[in-house]
């Protein structure tokens, strides 16, 4: 099955990353020295590279490698740098940051997910991830600021509490769900923050599955 996986992982690189324009080579390397079958069921495992969303379990996904490859491109990341990311998962999202950046902080609100994706990390020895349980959409302010924040999933609105946990010029990343649309279409869209102010800009139209616990919140007034 290795072999297969290895063949599968190549095919997705070439025939879904590269096509969309990812063509960093340091985000390229990621995807293709993180194990993506490792962070699925057994039953799963087969579908790792395919181009869709994967169900984990009611409400939560992991997403394609597209579609986490299209949000990381949207900026720059040092290998410098300390990144939050809010809802981990399983850990797939974190080991391709975690592959970049100096130090990735995943916050995860459910105690399941958040056992197995440290469970997971562990077995392709990424010590530089911490795996925080609690509140995600409130971030984990105790170690900000960070230089990116990234959410992996669509949101309806951006929060002040994740805004100010960011780093001089950091960059929170996510999809913002489009007010005006009846299903799930939203914008990618970077949030910079530059001293006390923040600028927004749309990349590109998007459709992801929400991100839970983001619904009550209070959004965040430019």
């Known amino acids: 099955m290795t072999t297969d996986l290895d063949i599968m992982k190549k095919n997705m690189i070439d025939?879904?990353?590269k096509p969309m324009g990812i063509s960093n080579d340091r985000l390229i390397d990621a995807f293709l020295t993180v194990p993506r079958e490792i962070f699925l069921?057994?039953?799963?495992?087969?579908?790792?590279?395919?181009?869709?969303h994967i169900e984990?379990?009611?409400?939560?996904w992991l997403l394609s490698?597209?579609?986490?490859?299209?949000?990381?491109?949207?900026?720059n990341i040092s290998p410098d740098d300390i990144i939050l990311e809010i809802g981990s998962t399983t850990g797939y999202?974190?080991?391709?940051?975690?592959?970049?950046?100096?130090?990735?902080i995943g916050v995860e609100y459910d105690n399941e997910l958040a056992k197995i994706t440290e469970k997971n990390l562990s077995?392709?020895?990424?010590?530089?991830t911490v795996i925080i349980k609690k509140d995600h959409s409130l971030g984990y302010e105790k170690s900000a600021p960070y230089d990116k924040i990234f959410i992996f999933g669509t949101i309806p609105k951006i929060l002040d509490d994740l805004l100010v946990q960011l780093s001089e010029y950091g960059s929170l990343v996510s999809v913002v769900k489009d007010s005006n649309s009846a299903n799930i279409l939203g914008k990618a869209v970077v949030i910079q923050k530059?001293?006390?102010?923040?600028?927004?800009s749309?990349?590109?139209?998007?459709?992801?599955?929400?991100?839970?616990g983001f619904e009550e919140q209070e959004i965040f007034k430019f």
């Open 93 to 104: 999202a974190t080991a391709i940051l975690a592959h970049l950046a100096a130090l990735v």
């Open 202 to 212: 749309e990349i590109y139209e998007e459709t992801l599955p929400m991100m839970v």
């Open 56 to 60: 984990i379990k009611e409400g939560r």
């Open 65 to 75: 490698s597209l579609s986490i490859a299209r949000l990381i491109n949207t900026v």
């Open 123 to 128: 077995q392709i020895s990424y010590d530089n």
């Open 41 to 52: 069921s057994e039953e799963n495992k087969l579908n790792s590279y395919s181009d869709g």
């Open 194 to 200: 530059n001293k006390e102010a923040f600028s927004i």
């Open 15 to 17: 025939g879904q990353l």
